[in-house]
């Protein structure tokens, strides 16, 4: 991403960003799927395994932020 016009590198932080926000929504849309209290009975302890996606959501929103910063700042 070093070399470019500078049009060219925020295209490419904004591709890259919009890419951490589709893999965002795509690991929430399950979370959201099995927060009932049925499907929390349901799945017993998966339950749990699959809600501790939310350490991987937090990365990706925090990276989103920096990306979309970065491609401001150029």
Do not use: C
């Not at 799945?43 to 996606?53: D, F, T, Y």
């Amino acid at each position: 991403m070093a070399t470019g016009t500078i049009d060219e590198q925020k295209n490419e932080v904004a591709k890259v960003a919009t890419a951490a926000v589709l893999a965002t929504a795509t690991v929430m849309l399950p979370l959201a799927a099995t927060s009932t209290q049925r499907m929390m009975r349901r799945m017993g302890r998966r339950w749990g395994q699959l809600h501790r996606l939310i350490y991987l959501i937090a990365v990706l929103a925090i990276l989103h932020f920096w990306w979309m910063r970065a491609g401001k700042n150029r």
